[in-house]
């Protein structure tokens, strides 16, 4: 089993975190090396404070890399809240997504050179900073054609929404994949992925005003239905399934009443994957539904994924390469975002919390 | 996927059920066939009654079987209340679970004699009733030197407990398996199938008048540990870890609150399985546990087992040779029984819906 948690992140952080082992190199940034830092848990607005952040010693396998963009994701959050799967040993960096660019390696690194652009290959890193030295096997090596949004918000969501439609069930092209969450980061990958192989995605989104403004933009994207959550208890169901079949795979990111509804239409045999819970709601789950319907209730976690896959980057580098190519294609484009300087970082966190946030909010370095 | 439900009921009973073709055999009892016949849902004191039940043709593929023995188990009592998987066209006869005697075999049967004993091989047979024709395929013969009690109650129950022990996770000897409803007739099949295994199990009961009996009794049986429900929440579960693993697996036959307590003990990656529903109450998840701890949670029915391997009996074959050498080496006894003439079956009846009954109701024909 991988190492899981603070020990993980404590060991990196022994290596590579900041504080430790303060180095001189050349500046990326002309007021030197400043990151995130919370020195407790608690409410990010509160605790969290733009900092000088001394850089660890590159070392043999060390990598020094320029971040460019981190975007705030609920995980973030979480994760500074102290409610999320992982721990950091604090005082910590917020953020565990983002892109930089190589600017030195250190003497063993065989994968990286200098220009190369990279993310993390696991979570944890702490990326809401200007620049910071990581371990070679902690990053990924991405095409530099990417369009910066897309690389920054490119190893969680899509990832996610990759495993949780390969992993799980056998889905050929015309079977369906429902979901809640639609509108969310992996919402919005999980349809664009789906379509890409002609899977059917029927999305299911919180009533909200300009409703309607939300069903065609997600429908932009390649959705094939786009539901208000109290439309899963009336009759139309049974329509929309004289169109297509029954789905094997349900998508939970919000627990509570929103995935007992999800799990009432899959059919016999079918698996609820659970990746996020915004309702702050367990999942329920009818034991007839269990016994009678045989229903899988999972859940998936990329950090895990990710370390349960550590000792070999390859799994990793082929589902990147597909993503990349999607890109290329238009097939795959990042969520709405709005860059903000990394100075400006309570009013972003401050709109990231907002209910029914379209708008990924991406720091800049 | 296998036939579900009422129509396989309805199929089998247009070849077999009573009320057709009536035609005259050699009487097994000295009045005629009869059996305990529902013609609505409801509570089974009162929709049931001792009634004639005329035998179908034996026609080709057709055994005729004079029943000795069949068990009063909750799926019949949900059956009969119209609250279980399958639903049998009325009027019917109750009972899914038992054992009789071959009397005579239709021209085309090959795997039965006269004289052989059977257990069904399917649900929704209709087991209370003193004689009826069956289909060849419904029927599995066992070996004649089964105890009775041990025959009537061996196709349910035990294979129940032998599948959640093999198909969900690989338990090696000195691994554990924790479960509630340790008293139940899956349970206590659990706690013997597991210890003849080598697997160490932590038995889950209601605090109940006689507590000590009843640990008592399931100790008898190999249950390593006997704990009431209030303890899952105390400190001394972590000294029961100091002296063996965490489970991988969990057994849950009760749900609500006593399901998301087992899970809470469950090692990462482990399997929840849920066989019952005793508390009327659904599973609740934690989503954390979903996601950072990939708990799986799961359901089991033996009806649905038994139809996905109909194609072909040897795992059915292979899974009874081995309980029935379990109970000739004295390893699997049949639970408490309290044989009740069927025409008492009132009295059997309310005894088996009685809170903490620990004697299962056997109806002698």
Chains 1, 2 share one sequence.
């Not at 349960?308 to 484009?333: F, P």
Request: charged share 20%; glycine share 10%.
């Amino acid at each position: 089993m991988a190492v899981v948690g603070g020990s993980r992140v404590r060991a990196l952080r022994l290596l590579f975190g900041y504080g430790f082992c303060a180095r001189s190199v050349a500046a990326a940034t002309p007021t030197g090396p400043r990151g995130l830092v919370y020195e407790k848990h608690g409410e990010p607005a509160q605790v969290l404070h733009l900092k000088d952040v001394a850089l660890a010693k590159l070392g043999d396998s060390g990598v020094h890399v320029k971040m460019v963009a981190a975007p705030i994701n609920p995980a973030d959050i979480n994760m500074i809240q102290g409610s999320y799967g992982i721990v950091a040993d604090l005082p910590a960096v917020g953020g565990n997504e983002g892109v930089g660019q190589v600017m030195d390696t250190g003497n063993s690194v065989t994968t990286l050179k200098p220009g190369d652009w990279v993310i993390p290959a696991d979570g944890g890193l702490g990326t809401w900073r200007t620049e910071a030295v990581f371990d070679e096997k902690t990053l990924l090596k991405i095409p530099p054609d990417i369009p910066l949004t897309c690389a920054a918000t490119l190893g969680v969501n899509p990832c996610t929404a990759y495993r949780m439609l390969s992993d799980f069930e056998t889905l050929e092209p015309g079977e369906s994949v429902i979901q809640n969450a639609a509108n969310s980061g992996v919402g919005q990958a999980v349809i664009q992925i789906a379509a890409a192989k002609g899977i059917k995605t029927i999305n299911v989104i919180r009533d909200r005003p300009n409703l309607q403004d939300l069903v065609d933009r997600l429908k932009s994207l390649g959705a094939d239905y786009v539901i208000a959550e109290e439309t899963l208890r009336k009759p139309e169901m049974k329509e929309l399934f004289k169109e297509i079949p029954k789905p094997s795979l349900a998508l939970n990111g919000v627990g509570g009443k929103s995935a007992t509804e999800l799990m009432r239409h899959l059919r016999h045999s079918g698996t609820m994957v659970t990746y996020g819970g915004m309702s702050k709601q367990p999942v329920t789950v009818p034991v007839s539904a269990l016994i009678f319907k045989n229903v899988n209730v999972r859940g998936f976690w990329m950090t895990q994924w990710k370390r349960d896959n550590a000792h070999s980057k390859e799994k990793l580098e082929i589902m990147i390469a597909e993503l990349c190519t999607l890109i290329r294609k238009g097939q795959l484009v990042a969520p709405v975002c709005r860059e903000v300087p990394l100075a400006d970082y309570q009013a972003a966190l401050k709109v990231s919390q907002e209910p029914y946030v379209s708008v990924k909010q991406i720091l800049r370095m």
